[in-house]
C-alpha cells in the first residue's frame, strides 16, 4: 500500500501544491520547483541522508523532505543554540548562541544601518528573533516585536534579555494586518518549509509601503556550485532551501512584495567564533576545540568585517503608501 505522503505532511495543504513528495522504493523525489514550479529538477547530490535537486529555471537548490513540520520545529531546542563546540555528530547549531552576542550584535549594528536607509523608525517585526538581539540593537530606533518558533529561545529573549519576543509560527503569526512598518528575516527563510506561505504572511502584516529585509545565501552563486556537497550552507534538517537571486525575484513577485534591490550582507566575526563554526560543519573536534580554546585569548576574540560573496540581502516593500500615524502601545 503506498502512503499518501502529501496527506500525511501537509494535511492542510492543496494536493495541487507547488511543491509535492512522491514514494519511489521508500525514495523521495522533488518534482517541480518549490518557487517557481518548474519542473526542470534535478538531483545534484546526497549529502547524509538528504538529497539535494537543483531548479534549472530559477537556481533554487531543495532539499528532499522526510519530516513533518512539527519534527522540523523540534530541532529548534536548547541544543540548536548552545550546542557543543566539539559536536562532530553531524548537527547543526551555535556552539554558543550566548558567547556569540558580541559578534553577533555588531553585525545586528550594520544591517540596522541598511534597514534605516529605508525606514528610520516605527514598528519592527523581527521574524526569527532566536534571542531578541537584534531587537536589542535596534530598540533605539524602533518599537519592535520578535516571532520565533523555538519557544526555548523566545523565553531566553524575555526573561534574561529583556525583549518581547513570542513563540509563533511565521506562516501563522497572529498578528494584526497592516501593523508593521518593516520586517526582517535574518537567516531565517532557508529553514522554513513553506517559504511562500510565510511572505504572504509577512506581506499581510505589513503596512502598505512597509519593508522587508530578508538575508541569506546565494545557492546560485559560483562558490556554493564549486564546493557542491561540501559547502558549508547544507545543514539539513535545519536548511530546508537554499535560495537563489532569481528564486527570491519570483519569491516576492507570489507574495505581491516588491523587489527593490540586493544589497550586500555586513557582517562580523571573531577568529574563534569562524573556528568552532567550520568545526561543526565539517564535523572536526579539533577545530572546535580550537576555536574554543581562543575564545579567552586576545587573537580569538579579534572581530573583523566579511562580506562573503555568496551572501545578500533582498530589500522589497509591500504596495502602496505608508500609513504614518503615532505607535499604538496596545497592540502587539
Request: proline share 4%; hydrophobic share 40%; aromatic share 12%.
Amino acid at each position: 500500500m503506498t502512503a499518501n505522503w502529501h496527506a500525511i505532511l501537509w494535511p492542510n495543504k492543496s494536493t495541487n501544491s507547488h511543491y509535492y513528495l512522491t514514494s519511489f522504493f521508500d525514495e523521495f523525489l522533488v518534482n517541480n520547483c518549490l518557487i517557481c514550479n518548474s519542473v526542470e529538477v534535478n538531483q545534484v547530490f546526497r549529502k547524509a541522508e538528504f538529497t539535494y535537486f537543483r531548479c534549472h529555471s530559477c537556481g533554487m537548490l531543495l532539499v528532499d523532505l522526510q519530516l513533518a513540520p512539527a519534527e522540523v520545529f523540534s530541532h529548534y531546542s536548547k541544543a540548536y543554540y548552545e550546542a557543543e563546540a566539539s559536536r562532530t555528530d553531524g548537527r547543526r547549531g551555535y556552539p554558543s548562541y550566548r558567547n556569540a552576542r558580541d559578534t553577533l550584535e555588531a553585525s545586528f549594528v550594520e544591517k540596522l544601518a541598511v534597514v534605516r536607509r529605508h525606514v528610520p523608525s516605527g514598528r519592527l517585526l523581527d521574524a526569527g528573533a532566536a534571542y531578541g538581539l537584534f531587537l536589542s540593537t535596534a530598540a533605539s530606533h524602533f518599537e519592535g516585536i520578535g516571532i520565533d518558533v523555538s519557544e526555548y529561545a523566545a523565553s531566553v529573549a524575555r526573561d534574561e534579555f529583556g525583549m518581547n519576543v513570542q513563540a509563533r509560527d511565521i506562516e501563522r503569526t497572529g498578528l494584526p494586518d497592516d501593523h508593521f512598518d518593516a520586517i526582517v528575516l535574518w537567516d531565517i527563510i532557508e529553514h522554513l518549509i513553506h517559504p511562500i506561505d510565510a511572505l504572504r504572511e509577512m506581506h499581510r502584516v505589513l503596512k502598505p509601503g512597509g519593508w522587508i529585509f530578508i538575508s541569506t545565501d546565494d545557492a546560485a552563486h559560483w562558490l556554493p556550485r564549486l564546493l557542491g556537497s561540501q559547502w558549508w550552507a547544507l545543514a539539513a534538517p535545519l536548511h530546508l532551501c537554499h535560495f537563489s537571486k532569481r528564486g527570491m525575484t519570483v519569491a516576492f513577485q507570489r507574495a505581491r512584495l516588491e523587489l527593490k534591490e540586493f544589497a550586500k550582507d555586513p557582517r562580523r566575526y571573531s577568529v574563534s567564533d569562524i573556528i568552532k563554526h567550520f568545526g561543526v560543519s565539517y564535523q572536526s573536534s579539533f577545530l572546535a576545540n580550537i576555536g574554543t580554546s581562543m575564545e579567552q585569548n586576545a587573537l580569538g576574540r579579534w572581530v573583523f568585517h566579511v562580506t562573503r560573496p555568496e551572501q545578500f540581502i533582498a530589500i522589497g516593500r509591500k504596495p502602496g503608501e505608508l500609513i504614518e500615524g503615532p505607535v499604538d502601545h496596545s497592540r502587539p
